[in-house]
């Protein structure tokens, strides 16, 4: 499989995950977003979608308001590792 070389990819990650679980995008009012949230064994999972593979922050916000979550950046020499 290959990803498409495109603004986005975000959107086109998101689609081929969607049947799997619940799932959700998340954005705050100050513009503080996630591209993609997964619901897990009652445990919520967070993903920022890059192109490239470079150091990305997580919201400072989505870690106080769900401290027990989790994050990751996928990126195209990890993404076969969260579709699979």
Known sequence: MRLPK???CGNWLARICTKMC??????TYSGAELDYVEERD????????KWKSRKTR??????????????????QENFLDFVV
């Not at 619940?22 to 954005?27: E, K, L, T, V």
């Not at 009652?42 to 979608?49: C, K, Q, S, V």
Request: charged share 20%; net charge negative.
């Open 42 to 49: 009652g445990r919520l999972l967070g993903f920022e979608f």
């Open 22 to 27: 619940c799932n959700y995008y998340w954005r």
């Open 58 to 75: 997580r919201p400072a916000t989505w870690l106080d308001t769900y401290p027990e979550s989790s994050f990751e950046v996928v990126h």
């Open 6 to 8: 495109c603004a986005n």
